[in-house]
Nanobody, 121 residues
Framework: QVQLVESGGGLVQPGGSLRLSCAAS????????MGWYRQAPGKQRELVAT???????NSLDSVQGRFTISRDNAKNTVYLQMNSLKPEDTAVYYC???????????????WGQGTQVTVSS
């Protein structure tokens, strides 16, 4: 069993900051990449940022300069530091990990349950 546990969401005023965390646990042989997605009501889910095991990063253009993704490989944890938050950032944020589980020879996508981020005055 592989599980992703998220934390750090909440309500924040425009211009504020939040830090999301996601820890993977279970029968993990390797985590190739981790990332964050978000989905606002009535909209498609979109990729926000990703980071590989080698700490190469990629992020959505609209969050560049404001959001920073990082990971601690020893702790199987990925973080998303969100600064200068805007109302448009309001969404449910989902952690994603591409994991090779023990007894498997390929990667599978695993998802967290989502954490609500609301940016409002």
């Amino acid at each position: 069993q592989v599980q992703l546990v998220e934390s750090g969401g909440g309500l924040v005023q425009p211009g504020g900051s939040l830090r999301l965390s996601c820890a993977a646990s279970g029968s993990i042989a390797s985590i190739n990449a981790m990332g964050w997605y978000r989905q606002a009501p009535g909209k498609q889910r979109e990729l926000v940022a990703t980071i590989t095991s080698g700490r190469s990063t990629n992020s959505l253009d609209s969050v560049q300069g404001r959001f920073t993704i990082s990971r601690d490989n020893a702790k199987n944890t990925v973080y998303l530091q969100m600064n200068s938050l805007k109302p448009e950032d309001t969404a449910v944020y989902y952690c994603n990990a591409k994991i090779i589980a023990w007894a498997s020879v390929r990667t599978y996508d695993y998802w967290g349950q989502g954490t609500q981020v609301t940016v409002s005055s």
